[in-house]
T-cell receptor, first 115, second 111 residues
Framework: DVKVTQSSRYLVKRTGEKVFLECVQD?????MFWYRQDPGLGLRLIYF???????EKGDIPEGYSVSREKKERFSLILESASTNQTSMYLC??????????????FGNGTRLTVT | SQQGEEDPQALSIQEGENATMNCSYK?????LQWYRQNSGRGLVHLIL?????REKHSGRLRVTLDTSKKSSSLLITASRAADTASYFC???????????FGEGTQLTVNP
């Protein structure tokens, strides 16, 4: 089974801090994604990556950046955390073959609170 | 931008009953997928239906797709308390390689 591991389940940070959310997958998937999930808004795509050192903006990239130095690891960075970035963050991966016909495999999420 | 919209937002049924959730979308798609999310956890893929398919089954799950109406339904038969979760549809658009999720239906199955 594919395993997508997010480094923290819960995280509390202060406004203005730089925050790193780490995600690792163990099935050699090319594609990796970061979503945030908020009540009433569903899942919204922040950034995604189809290959090492490659990244593309999703629907809500403002205030975030990403890093993909290795195929198995995709990091989400909040350069200066703000209270409106309090949310559940979900990482996912999928095979590149088949494009968006490949199912996503999700981690268990990181619930980030910015105070 | 949101693509899929699930209906209803919340559904409460008794164990043994069937649960039907609907999803509508706006643009042309390659496929439509359904996911399940238990409280506080990540999403788990349930089933994928391609745009040239009309119906698909997996165990107690039945998914239909009507591309002329831009809608899909997920039927869970003989529901169990363990089916209690949020269910999301996600669409893979014909242009691009990513999925767009709806807001989900919260299903509660009462024992």
């Amino acid at each position: 089974d594919v395993k997508v591991t997010q480094s923290s389940r819960y995280l509390v940070k202060r406004t203005g801090e730089k925050v790193f959310l780490e995600c690792v997958q163990d099935m050699d998937h090319e594609n990796m994604f970061w979503y945030r999930q908020d009540p009433g808004l569903g899942l919204r795509l922040i950034y995604f990556s189809y290959d090492v050192k490659m990244k593309e903006k999703g629907d809500i990239p403002e205030g975030y950046s990403v890093s993909r130095e290795k195929k198995e690891r995709f990091s989400l960075i909040l350069e200066s955390a703000s209270t409106n970035q309090t949310s559940m963050y979900l990482c996912a991966s999928s095979l590149r073959t088949g494009g968006n016909n490949s199912p996503l495999h999700f981690g268990n999420g990181t619930r980030l609170t910015v105070t | 931008s949101q693509q899929g919209e699930e209906d209803p937002q919340a559904l409460s049924i008794q164990e043994g009953e069937n649960a039907t959730m609907n999803c509508s979308y706006k643009t042309s798609i390659n496929n439509l997928q359904w996911y399940r999310q238990n409280s506080g956890r990540g999403l788990v893929h349930l089933i994928l239906i391609r745009s040239n398919e009309r119906e698909k089954h997996s165990g107690r799950l039945r998914v239909t797709l009507d591309t002329s109406k831009k809608s899909s339904s997920l039927l869970i038969t003989a529901s169990r308390a363990a089916d209690t979760a949020s269910y999301f549809c996600a669409t893979g658009e014909t242009s691009g390689s990513r999925l767009t999720f709806g807001e989900g239906t919260q299903l509660t199955v009462n024992p």
